[in-house]
T-cell receptor
């Protein structure tokens, strides 16, 4: 079956632009996670959804970052007024609820470069 | 403040030899530990995990060892193969908290 897909795979934005990154989780996966991976670092948790409910957004670095999952499937991570420090790979993962981290399936990521 | 530390950014090993990747953690509440493998332009994929109630878990060529008193775990790959060349991330969980990842170690297996 299809895995987690993300689009676009690469995005270049000028500083100050808004961007929207899309994640299509595995069909039937209730939980969805967003991570930010800066160059030379490991993935860092941003936010977590169970169906359409955003249960944890403690990792979002500023109020410029906003995530939604209105119908409990596709999710969008939006970054407003992008800054150079937002340059990173944004990873999405999905799984069934209540299971440990080994059952998280990751997408290939969107590489965002802010000039 | 890094709760999961992988102090070796890179490691080179001859094909057929053992690869040992190390990970240290500071949060004593972590109760589940995982290793993920990542190839370029792909997302991380789960490799092996261990619960804090165990000190060893083995899956084929991969073995993870946990030393809770030292807050240290290691991943052993034997024998190493060229296809094992990737970045390996150590990660940890406490209860239902999000995964906390280390910075990763790039393993190069030389034929």
């Amino acid at each position: 079956g299809a895995g987690v897909s993300q689009s676009p795979r690469y995005k270049v934005a000028k500083r100050g632009q808004d961007v929207a990154l899309r994640c299509d989780p595995i069909s039937g996966h209730v939980s969805l996670f967003w991570y930010q991976q800066a160059l030379g670092q490991g993935p860092e948790f941003l936010t977590y959804f169970q169906n359409e409910a955003q249960l944890d957004k403690s990792g979002l670095p500023s109020d410029r970052f906003f995530a939604e999952r209105p119908e409990g499937s596709v999710s969008t991570l939006k970054i407003q007024r992008t800054q150079q420090e937002d340059s990173a790979v944004y990873l999405c993962a999905s799984n069934l609820p209540g299971l440990r981290g080994d059952t998280q399936y990751f997408g290939p990521g969107t590489r965002l470069t802010v000039l | 403040d890094q709760q999961v530390k992988q102090n070796s950014p890179s490691l080179s090993v001859q094909e057929g030899r053992i690869s040992i990747l190390n990970c240290d953690y500071t949060n004593s509440m972590f109760d589940y530990f995982l290793w993920y493998k990542k190839y370029p332009a792909e997302g991380p994929t789960f490799l092996i995990s261990i619960s804090s109630i165990k000190d060893k878990n083995e899956d084929g060529r991969f073995t993870v060892f946990l030393n809770k008193s030292a807050k240290h775990l290691s991943l052993h790959i034997v024998p190493s193969q060229p296809g094992d060349s990737a970045v390996y991330f150590c990660a940890a969980i406490s209860g239902n908290t999000p995964l906390v990842f280390g910075k990763g170690t790039r393993l190069s297996v030389i034929a």
